[in-house]
């Protein structure tokens, strides 16, 4: 017999009054890995009668989660079942409010008392909750996980002289090694790399489901750095240089410092150290402790140096003050130079994308500004007065991850300024962008060569070469629609396939959630879904760069549209009014079409496409 509300009501009584008695309560425990961070257990109290949770439900605004009843713990192989619950009723939708943060408390059946860890498990199923590992002790050091090699535990502040950026490019490798890693708890690892002269490129790496470890091999230009992403939670910024293979261990403990920081301010919290790296010439540098970060004061957030009215002159004044601001705090902190010398040059790196976006435009508007309200241009001469505060020869400036915002801003630096470095940044930035589609002429590269550095001849060169491979290689797996008029293409390209049902995937290389679902997908297509009338139509546009776009579809078995932006604007914006994407059109077998962004949910999507097979 399903238990009442009110029986419940009088179980959860009885069991939460059994917690006055608890004779152990632990705060904040930490946990070694979690697939989630929608889930955050906040305090475990253990007594006689239970096993009490404080649990902080984290998802955006009038979203929903839900805690089945067959949701359990597990220790030392033993489970442990869900009793009770207050704040959520089991197996129920708990919408989140306006913040995004929820707190209830769930009750399982009493843990022994020698226990000294547990697992917080939603079931074995792929996607649902898993937490493991939940300190009961206090005593576990995260800074030095028990899978952590030695070499890498006793690493400290370092006299060698400063890490200088990498002007080369080559092939870099980097192995995975996932520390805490439990099965299930992730299935890769999302590698955001950054440079200072191209785009953020996105690699997905499988992460083998035994060991927890994968690899991945890519060509960068210059110093590049990424941020390791594991189950949407970033594990902090690593700096490689080309040519390079390199181990990198992630933390899978540094999620619990994540979710921490959503309910406690930055100065508060206990920091874990996220990465390390092995076979860098950045080792160094990305292996010094977390313990003398600098974290800047609620006072030296840079928003509030700027205002919406301001003018230009204002406007860089204030990012001035802001930047002196934080080289005078950071230069009073007792920290290694290193740590001092990278919070400055990030820092300023910031102030520079403030300007480049003219954060006037998104500041708060008083309601005494009139209507009408218009700033004025920022100019090169405002870039320049910016820029003066700065030594450009400081390596600083260019390893960390905002370093390519230098190169777009010395595009807005006139080009009679006697500065070379402004003058090869911003050239080699607009090169790099005509190299990737192929349209560097020649002259402008023989121009580059007479400069006294031949890196940035060199790499425009090979992205320039790269293209023109990846150019030829999709021109032969894509389907040639330049010349077609922007109303008349989804007509065209649904035609050669009347009486069958068309799925219609709009899509771009550098989105993780498109990547996801194509993936989660594709088995489906020699599976259930395999069927001779029902084609698989792939739409994205020229901001998927050609070199990653043409080694990505080989792998995406169906018709590929690589359109332009003329015509993914007519489709989006006016055929279909697309709120974002993935977005997925369906067309059914009478030609008609139809926008299905419920098939975002792939159970939906295979669903619904066997049923429009039946028709």
Not at 314 to 321: R, V
Not at 424 to 443: E, F, N, R, S
């Amino acid at each position: 017999m399903k238990p009442t509300k009110l029986f419940l009501a009088l179980a959860v009584a009885v069991l939460l009054g059994a917690c006055a008695r608890a004779n152990k309560v632990i705060e904040s425990p930490l946990v070694g890995a979690s697939n989630t961070t929608k889930l955050a257990i906040e305090k475990v109290e253990l007594t006689d009668k239970a096993t009490v949770l404080t649990v902080r439900g984290f998802h955006r605004p009038n979203y929903w989660i839900k805690v089945p009843s067959y949701t359990h713990l597990v220790s030392q192989g033993v489970e442990y079942k869900l009793l009770g619950s207050e704040g959520v009723e089991i197996g129920e939708e708990l919408y989140m409010p306006e913040d995004g943060d929820s707190c209830f408390i769930l009750l399982f059946e009493p843990l022994p008392k020698d226990v000294t860890s547990f697992d917080f498990i939603e079931s074995d199923a792929e996607g649902d909750w898993r937490i493991y590992d939940i300190d009961l002790t206090g005593k576990r050091d995260a800074n030095s996980p028990a899978d952590l090699p030695e070499k890498l535990k006793r690493t400290s502040a370092t006299d060698e002289p400063t890490p200088q950026y990498a002007y080369t490019y080559g092939k870099t490798t980097v192995n995975i090694h996932l520390l805490g890693y439990r099965e299930g708890s992730a299935s890769k690892v999302t590698l955001p790399i950054r440079t200072a002269f191209e785009d953020q490129r996105s690699i997905d790496v499988e992460i083998d489901r035994a060991t927890g470890k994968g690899s991945a091999s890519f060509t960068i230009y210059g110093t590049g750095s990424f941020s390791p992403a594991v189950n949407n939670c970033g594990y902090g910024d690593c700096l490689v240089a080309p040519g390079e293979t390199v181990d990198l261990y992630i933390n899978l403990a540094y999620i619990n410092q994540v979710m921490q920081m959503q309910k406690r301010t930055a100065e508060t919290i206990n920091r874990i150290k996220a990465v390390w790296t092995h076979g860098s010439v950045y080792d160094a540098l990305n292996n010094q402790s977390v313990a003398d970060d600098i974290v800047l004061p609620e006072s030296l957030l840079i928003h509030k140096y700027v205002r919406y009215d301001m003018t230009a002159d204002e406007f860089t004044d204030s990012l001035i003050k802001y930047y002196r601001a934080v080289c005078e705090y950071a230069d009073a902190q007792e920290c290694h130079v290193w740590k001092k010398e990278m919070c400055k040059a990030i820092n300023f790196n910031i102030c520079i994308y403030f300007m480049n976006i003219d954060f006037r435009h998104w500041c708060a508007r008083d309601s005494h500004i009139p209507a009408d309200f218009k700033h004025d241009d920022i100019l090169s001469a405002h870039y320049e007065r910016l820029f003066a505060c700065v030594d450009l020869d400081n390596p600083w400036l260019l390893l960390n991850n905002r370093s390519g915002e230098l190169m777009i801003a010395a595009r807005y630096i006139d080009s009679d300024n006697p500065n070379e470095t402004f003058n090869w940044w911003g050239t080699t930035h607009k090169a790099v962008a005509k190299a990737a589609a192929d349209a560097l002429p020649d002259a402008e590269l023989q121009a580059m060569r007479q400069w006294n550095n031949p890196f940035y001849a060199d790499i425009c060169e090979d992205i320039r070469n790269r293209a023109r491979k990846a150019i030829e290689e999709s021109a032969r797996k894509t389907q040639d629609v330049t010349d077609i008029a922007p109303e008349n293409l989804l007509p065209t390209i649904i035609a050669p396939h009347k009486g069958k049902v068309v799925l219609v995937d709009f899509w771009n290389t550098w989105c993780s959630p498109c990547r996801n679902a194509i993936k989660a997908i594709e088995p489906y297509k020699t599976g259930e879904l395999s069927s001779k009338d029902l084609v698989w139509v792939y739409i994205a546009n020229e901001t998927s760069p050609i070199n990653t776009y043409s080694e990505m579809i080989p792998g995406i078995k169906g018709i590929h549209y690589r359109v332009n932006d003329a015509q993914w604007k007519y489709l989006t914006n006016y055929m279909f009014n697309i709120d974002g994407i993935p977005s997925y059109v369906l067309v059914d077998k009478n030609g008609s079409c139809s926008l299905r962004n419920d098939l975002r949910d792939h159970s939906k999507m295979v669903s619904t496409l066997k049923e429009e097979l039946e028709k």
